[in-house]
């Protein structure tokens, strides 16, 4: 899972989880994107699909759940609540990675829990519309060549804070995903 747009989302949050930007981080008319990967074995079956979509659909009513639990409650909205939220998550992954010579902060900024929240509270925040897409298993010729060892097979669910697809600036829900692989050189397995 990972934030892709606003692009700079990784240092606004950790500006705010340091105290030095308020809630909300994110403006109201600025696209955010999340995104999911789920990986399924190349000569996957039916049950493994159906697996797939079943923890993309548990997500999304996960997400929607707290989208509805934040707009109907704003005392959670409050900048102090939100960097509290997320400073306990952080703790949480400080006690998990103890022992974890190898832990980086930028694992902190990239924590699913956290950037669910994250997506989550800025459109409860602002009372926008979202969607959730899912794409694949994703077959030769629905990416570029360059990503095939991440995206063979891949199935992508896609989150957005607009109503729709037609409401986004590009021809294709995808885009954004594939210019940030790109400059990412995202590799599966490696």
Same mark, same amino acid.
């Given at each position: 899972?990972?934030?892709? *747009?606003?692009?700079?989302?990784?240092?606004?949050?950790?500006? =705010?989880?340091?105290?030095?930007?308020? =809630?909300?981080?994110?403006?109201? /008319?600025? *696209?955010? &994107? !999340?995104?999911?990967?789920?990986?399924? #074995?190349? @000569?996957?079956?039916?049950?493994?699909? +159906?697996?797939?979509?079943?923890?993309?659909?548990?997500?999304? +009513?996960?997400?929607?759940?707290?989208? @509805?639990?934040?707009? +109907?409650?704003?005392?959670?909205?409050? #900048?102090?609540?939100?960097?509290?939220?997320?400073? %306990?998550?952080?703790?949480?992954?400080?006690?998990?990675?103890?022992?974890? !010579? /190898?832990?980086?902060?930028?694992? !902190?900024?990239?924590?699913? !829990?956290?950037?669910?929240? &994250?997506?989550?509270?800025?459109?409860?925040?602002? +009372?926008?519309?979202?969607?959730?897409?899912?794409?694949?298993?994703? @077959?030769?010729?629905?990416?570029?060549?360059?990503?095939?060892?991440?995206?063979?097979?891949?199935?992508?669910?896609?989150? =957005? /804070?607009?109503?729709?697809?037609?409401?986004?600036? =590009?021809?294709?829900?995808?885009?954004?995903?594939?210019?940030?692989? %790109?400059?990412?050189?995202?590799?599966?397995?490696?």
């Amino acid at each position: 899972m990972q934030m892709i *747009l606003p692009e700079d989302i990784h240092w606004r949050l950790a500006k =705010f989880m340091q105290g030095r930007k308020v =809630f909300p981080f994110i403006e109201n /008319n600025e *696209l955010v &994107c !999340i995104f999911y990967l789920y990986l399924i #074995s190349e @000569n996957h079956d039916e049950l493994e699909r +159906k697996k797939a979509v079943d923890v993309a659909t548990q997500t999304v +009513k996960r997400i929607s759940f707290e989208i @509805n639990k934040n707009t +109907k409650g704003n005392s959670y909205m409050d #900048s102090d609540m939100v960097r509290e939220l997320y400073l %306990k998550r952080q703790l949480q992954i400080a006690v998990d990675q103890v022992e974890n !010579i /190898n832990f980086r902060y930028d694992q !902190i900024l990239n924590d699913p !829990i956290i950037l669910s929240y &994250c997506f989550s509270q800025h459109v409860s925040y602002y +009372k926008q519309d979202y969607f959730f897409q899912i794409y694949g298993p994703l @077959n030769e010729g629905e990416y570029l060549n360059e990503m095939r060892s991440t995206l063979q097979g891949a199935m992508i669910m896609l989150g =957005f /804070n607009r109503k729709d697809e037609t409401m986004l600036p =590009f021809k294709h829900p995808l885009i954004p995903l594939y210019i940030w692989l %790109k400059d990412h050189q995202i590799r599966v397995g490696l």
